[in-house]
């Protein structure tokens, strides 16, 4: 999974994000640095704040969004259907191990992976070797050759 958000006090939302998805989703068993990125896809005076975290679950990916879709909201995320806005969450679903899932409200692996940079060095940090089914390269391959230019700046070390 992947934690963003460039509003309010992030560091409060993200602890609060992994305590909920540890008690309602699975074990975390890997966190990432924190990284600080620009915005991806739409201009923001606020940079956003990302981490990968793995977790073992033994929920199914539709349970594990339902999930997610009522932390997100708990937490007070605001959505917008007409693009991308700042946002005090973001929770998205990366990987579930090498699977291929496709419904109307989600796709596995996440469709614009390999094109953010912003997820994917704290991704490769927690899963380098994990391979993207669809690409046939892992994680850190697809680091590599990546196209995004956006900066992405390490804030913190993963302890």
């Not at 998205?92 to 109307?104: A, G, H």
Request: proline residues 5%; negative net charge; charged residues 25%.
């Amino acid at each position: 999974m992947l934690l963003g958000g460039n509003l309010g006090d992030r560091s409060y939302y993200f602890s609060s994000a992994i305590s909920l998805i540890s008690e309602r989703i699975g074990v975390i068993t890997s966190v990432s640095s924190l990284y600080e990125t620009e915005p991806w896809g739409f201009e923001h005076e606020n940079r956003f704040l990302n981490q990968a975290i793995k977790v073992i679950s033994s929920l199914s990916p539709a349970e594990i969004l339902e999930k997610i879709n009522g932390i997100e909201k708990e937490l007070g995320r605001k959505r917008n259907k007409t693009g991308y806005i700042g946002r005090n969450i973001d929770i998205d679903i990366l990987f579930v191990n090498e699977e291929i899932f496709y419904s109307d409200d989600l796709v596995i692996p996440h469709p614009r992976l390999h094109k953010r940079r912003f997820a994917l060095l704290p991704l490769m940090e927690i899963a380098p070797t994990l391979r993207h089914p669809l690409l046939d390269c892992s994680v850190e391959e697809l680091a590599d050759s990546c196209k995004d230019n956006l900066e992405v700046c390490l804030v913190k070390p993963a302890i």
